[in-house]
């Protein structure tokens, strides 16, 4: 019998190893989509319900508002929980602290306010005002925009496959913003669908802004920071500055305080702890897939949430899932996948066999 | 000096070795004092955490060898995207 070299046997564990990643990143999409489902659901559970059956016109729009960051905040401060237990039973907790203390860090948590109060805030106030179903798949096109936005501060160049994946995510967009739904849209529809795209947005500049340094942080911790401080950001900047906003634009302050309060003890409670639970841990094999098979295999496989979302929202919710909606959905993944493979980042830095 | 994150001394001592490949158990050794004690700080976890270093481009891994457990293992160099990373790690070190 031939005795295997060395060379072979780690080839062999390499190959495991990237092989954890793949299925890292294909949880993460499918968890994503999962969590996004849930959030949506909870506005069908007291406090929530009742607070928006019985309202109209203004008072309607700052109580939508007011579930939204609800859920924004329920979903980091849960999901921040939820790691940093994941991160204290792996012993890695004294590490909070000493990467707190470094430049990469710090540009971690400047990247939490950017992806949280605005890109996780812009998403769930998408959710609200719209389904799931339809939110999910717009939010997916952030590599596209990221893209973009490299081109345009950072003079990076991109071949031609990355444009034709931002073509393609912009038709994808237009496909659902014009996919048919049964019964009404309602009237926030697009107010939605513009505060998705602010979603898209923010977690492009987090990406951008998380990608440089993140490389020699621990992901998990990485992560842990990310959902504390954003859940932080809310409660000391956002809540106050909105209330105020709300009081002072329309006579009355809105009703989110008491909201966040009530949800506590309300049937909304496991729903947002399961929804932060879901979205915590596809953020965790999000940041594990990028450490073990690479940035653009882990980003492509993470935006498949955009037709998981559609597929769940399908099964879970009643919702009717038109063709043109799937089409749109997989047209945005389609074009996100092709923005975000890139083959030399593929074969060059990951090495994988 | 307060203590660092892990990952950032691994790649401090990969870089300080100046180009010589570093052995696994040998980056081990030289963290032991620091870290030892912590659930995340084990010679298997210290593996995983070189090969998640060696995935993002910061070290390379070179010259395959058996260790004495006949465990298959690589040896560990810095890489220049690891070198220009160096410049987050404090000047004190």
């Known amino acids: 019998m031939t005795e295997k070299s060395p060379q072979a046997v780690l080839d062999a564990k390499q190959l495991k190893h990237a092989k954890r990643g793949i299925f890292a990143g294909v949880m993460s999409g499918i968890l994503w989509g999962a969590s996004g489902t849930v959030l949506g659901m909870a506005i069908g559970f007291e406090p929530l319900a009742s607070a928006q059956g019985s309202l109209e016109g203004d008072a309607l729009l700052c109580t939508l508002v007011a579930m939204a960051l609800c859920g924004a905040i329920l979903h980091d401060f849960f999901a921040s929980v939820w790691v940093a237990v994941h991160n204290i039973r792996a012993g890695k907790f004294k590490e909070y602290g000493r990467t707190l203390r470094t430049k990469p860090g710090k540009m971690v948590c400047l990247g939490a306010i950017l992806g949280g109060p605005i890109g996780m805030s812009g998403y769930l106030l998408g959710i609200t005002f719209v389904n799931a179903a339809y939110a999910l798949p717009i939010t997916a096109a952030y590599p596209a925009v990221a893209a973009v936005l490299a081109t345009i501060f950072f003079k990076e160049r991109n071949p031609a496959r990355v444009w034709v994946g931002v073509v393609l995510c912009i038709l994808g967009s237009f496909l659902v913003y014009y996919a048919p739904m049964e019964g009404d849209k309602g009237a926030f529809f697009t107010i939605g669908m513009v505060l998705t795209t602010l979603a898209c947005i923010g977690w492009a500049t987090e990406g951008l802004l998380s990608t440089y340094g993140m490389d020699m942080l621990d992901p998990d911790i990485a992560l842990g920071i990310r959902e504390g401080v954003s859940a932080l950001a809310y409660l000391i900047f956002v809540l106050p500055i909105v209330t105020i906003f709300m009081t002072t634009k329309f006579g009355s302050a809105t009703p989110i305080w008491e909201l966040v309060v009530g949800c506590l003890g309300s049937s909304a409670f496991p729903i947002y702890a399961f929804g932060g639970f879901l979205g915590g841990f596809s953020y965790v094999y999000w940041y594990r897939a990028l450490n073990m098979t690479g940035v653009a295999r882990a980003m492509a496989l993470n935006v498949t949430y955009a037709l998981w979302g559609v597929i769940f929202a399908g099964l879970f919710t009643g919702f009717v899932t038109t063709a043109q909606l799937f089409m749109g959905a997989g047209s945005i993944a389609v074009g996100a996948i092709l923005v975000s493979a890139n083959p030399r980042e593929l074969f060059k830095l990951r090495d994988v066999k | ?93």
Not at chain 2, 26 to 53: A, C, P, T, V, W
């Open chain 2, 1 to 93: 000096m307060a203590v660092l994150p892990l990952r950032f001394r691994i790649l401090h001592i990969v870089n300080k070795a100046a180009g010589k490949p570093l052995k696994t158990d040998e980056i081990y050794k030289e963290l032991y004092d620091e870290y030892s004690g912590e659930g995340q700080f084990s010679l298997d976890l210290m593996e995983s955490h070189l090969m998640s270093i060696k995935a993002v481009g910061l070290i390379d891994a070179v010259d395959p060898y058996f260790d004495e457990l006949g465990e298959a293992r690589y040896k560990y160099i810095i890489t220049e995207t690891g070198t220009a990373r160096t410049k987050y790690l404090p000047a004190q070190l």
